[in-house]
């Protein structure tokens, strides 16, 4: 095998995601001999986003949004009544048998991101129980394609912004697996326009209308708290 030959080999089998070793075992030469070769071929591609590999989102997350009808995008079950709370999950290549997986919990009634669960790096069948329980609270999920995830989790957050809301802490580390997303957003938030709060069981919903108010006058929003249901 000459060099061009050895380039192209390595080059096939570091997109399939094995490592530099992985490839030297593969191609019965030194570990020496791929390094460099890996480098170069790196330096040639520039940064490249891992491919995504799998996205889903719960049935019933267009519930109370208006999303542009040219962009095509289908919810499988639109009366499955997710209540504006929608489960994003995305996997990326990590290697050739294992994902970089992470779910987002987006409010995309009023507070934008609430959560995040990951990264985490899975196989195949780890991915499918993980993904039974990450949608175990909803009617069922569907397969959608990333432009919409990024639509929905970064347009939820800058909704939230809007309102006077910053997402979960833990969401810009992450918010990379979404890839690039230059907005705005073709979905328009809130429940039928309007902002939508319901307390959730970790809010402080006190501080939460008051942040509200800031922005808006009772007439503007709706809301429904464990105070407001005993009231």
């Not at 995305?90 to 294992?98: C, I, P």
């Not at 499918?128 to 609270?137: H, M, N, S, V």
């Given at each position: 095998?000459?060099?061009?030959?050895?380039?192209?080999?390595?080059?096939?089998?570091?997109?399939?995601?094995?490592?530099?070793?992985?490839?030297?075992?593969?191609?019965?030469?030194?570990?020496?001999?791929?390094?460099?070769?890996?480098r170069e071929l790196a330096a040639?591609?520039?940064?490249?986003?891992?491919?995504?590999?799998?996205?889903?989102?719960?049935?019933?997350?267009?519930?109370?949004?208006?999303?542009?009808?040219?962009?095509?995008?289908?919810?499988?079950?639109?009366?499955?009544?997710?209540?504006?709370?929608?489960?994003?999950?995305?996997?990326?290549?990590?290697?050739?048998?294992?994902?970089?997986?992470?779910?987002?919990?987006?409010?995309?009634?009023?507070?934008g991101v609430k959560n995040t669960?990951?990264p985490d790096v899975l196989d195949?069948?780890?991915?499918?129980?993980?993904?039974?329980?990450?949608?175990?609270?909803?009617?069922?999920?569907?397969?959608?394609?990333?432009?919409?995830?990024?639509?929905?989790?970064?347009?939820?957050?800058?909704?939230?912004?809007?309102?006077?809301?910053?997402?979960?802490?833990?969401?810009?580390?992450?918010?990379?697996?979404?890839?690039?997303?230059?907005?705005?957003?073709?979905?328009?938030?809130?429940?039928?326009?309007?902002?939508?709060?319901?307390?959730?069981?970790?809010?402080?919903?006190?501080?939460?209308?008051?942040?509200?108010?800031?922005?808006?006058?009772?007439?503007?929003?709706?809301?429904?708290?464990?105070?407001?249901?005993?009231?």
């Amino acid at each position: 095998m000459d060099s061009a030959e050895l380039k192209d080999r390595v080059r096939e089998l570091r997109g399939q995601g094995r490592s530099p070793k992985e490839i030297a075992r593969a191609l019965k030469v030194a570990p020496s001999v791929v390094a460099p070769l890996v480098r170069e071929l790196a330096a040639e591609a520039g940064p490249v986003e891992p491919e995504v590999v799998g996205c889903w989102m719960n049935v019933g997350w267009s519930a109370g949004l208006a999303v542009d009808p040219a962009r095509g995008w289908v919810d499988e079950a639109p009366d499955a009544g997710a209540g504006g709370m929608v489960c994003v999950l995305v996997a990326r290549r990590h290697t050739w048998d294992k994902m970089t997986v992470c779910g987002y919990l987006a409010d995309v009634y009023c507070l934008g991101v609430k959560n995040t669960i990951g990264p985490d790096v899975l196989d195949e069948r780890d991915l499918r129980r993980f993904r039974e329980y990450f949608f175990g609270d909803y009617t069922g999920w569907q397969e959608v394609p990333i432009e919409l995830a990024q639509h929905l989790v970064f347009g939820s957050v800058d909704y939230a912004r809007t309102l006077g809301f910053e997402p979960h802490e833990d969401f810009e580390p992450v918010a990379h697996l979404l890839g690039e997303w230059q907005g705005p957003s073709a979905i328009t938030f809130g429940r039928d326009g309007r902002p939508f709060y319901v307390q959730g069981p970790h809010d402080d919903p006190g501080k939460v209308l008051r942040i509200l108010q800031r922005k808006l006058t009772l007439d503007d929003f709706d809301y429904v708290t464990d105070a407001s249901i005993t009231a």
